[in-house]
């Protein structure tokens, strides 16, 4: 049975310039680009261009080279919550803010401290809230405040994840983390997390992305023969079934990139383009629908992904992080 019901969001990819450039390159430009920045060290990755061990970020060049998209930008925050609410780094929220009203009418999606709850980040929940609310205040009318979980059930001193919730009033969008939870068996967790935060805030009537997600482990731990019934149609049930907005996929080669494989962690290779039935798959089931091209609320056509809802993937071949 074949169901022609369709549903369009916005996709992102990411998360370094030259895997962004490098996907641009054979399955065209996405609606946005993913991006990160320290605020403590602006000016190299809005401006200059910065290297954290993770592939090269250059926000500004980014939206030079596809003037037609968005920006969705992680906002570094580790180490430096009391500061940011005292004010000692006002001057850098100024940067920001001018760099964001530069790339207006462009929507630019700013996950203020992204991944709030993750127990690397160590953010106590009330200094959290404190310096997002700074930095969601100052910002412009083409600014996203994004407030993102990394969505598994571990979280930093256990708390649960309505302790870092700043008030409506400051998030437009919210958002989650998918890597290893959409394989369903791994013990760090599955996706029940994320439909917990998915419920929480519909009931705050705040519209869902995932704000990053990858295959974890893809041709390291998982076979690239399963990866596509095991990772990525649960993830598009999950974007169906969520109502998400907004997908942002990292399509990075992970083993090739030092930060990724210190410690003797291997994140595998997640580049769509770089294998060929993995890319059919993603022109099948993620860009080959009539509601690809999307107006942006910013103005101007932006490509959009859409998911095929419903798509009997029976009739198909069964194929185919943190940055400071």
């Given amino acids: 049975m074949l169901l022609a019901a369709s549903q369009a969001y916005e996709l992102c990819i990411g ?13 065209g430009p996405p609606a946005c680009v993913m991006s990160y920045a320290s605020l403590y060290n602006l000016t190299a990755a809005l401006y200059n261009g910065t290297e954290y061990g993770s592939g090269i970020e250059h926000a500004s060049r980014l939206l030079k080279t596809l003037p037609d998209a968005d920006l969705q930008l992680g906002l570094w925050l580790v180490g430096g919550l009391d500061d940011v609410t005292n004010g000692l780094w006002d001057g850098a929220i100024a940067e920001l803010v001018r760099f964001v009203r530069w790339a207006a009418p462009r929507k630019i999606y ?3 401290g992204y991944e ?3 127990p690397q980040n160590k953010y106590d929940p009330t200094l959290f809230k404190q310096a997002y609310a700074r930095i969601a205040d100052a910002l412009p009318e083409n600014a996203v405040r994004v407030w993102h979980s990394w969505s598994f059930p571990e979280t930093y001193e256990g708390h649960s994840f309505q302790k870092w919730w700043p008030g409506s009033d400051k998030v437009d969008y919210c958002g989650v983390s998918i890597f290893q939870q959409a394989y369903g068996d791994s013990p760090m967790g599955d996706l029940a997390t994320a439909r917990d935060i998915a419920r929480f805030c519909r009931s705050h009537n705040k519209p869902l992305m995932i704000a990053e997600s990858t295959p974890f482990g893809v041709g390291d731990a998982e076979s690239r023969d399963t990866i596509w ?3 990525y149609v649960h993830v598009l049930d999950f974007i169906r079934e969520e109502d998400v907005v907004l997908w942002c996929y990292i399509n990075d080669n992970w083993d090739a990139q030092r930060m990724w494989t210190e410690g ?6 997640s580049r769509v383009e770089a294998y060929p039935e993995l890319a059919l798959h993603w022109r099948r089931a993620v860009l080959a629908s009539p509601t690809r091209l999307v107006a942006s609320g910013a103005g101007g056509g932006h490509y959009a992904g859409a998911a095929l809802i419903g798509l009997c993937l029976c009739a198909l071949p069964w194929l185919v992080r943190r940055k400071p």
């Avoid at 998360?15 to 399955?27: A, E, F, L, R």
């Fill in 264 to 269: 003797g962690t291997f994140w595998g290779d």
């Fill in 116 to 118: 709030f709850d993750n």
């Fill in 229 to 231: 019934e095991r990772w």
């Fill in 15 to 27: 998360q370094d310039y030259w895997s962004i450039m490098n996907y641009t390159s054979v399955m």
């Fill in 110 to 112: 700013v996950r203020i």
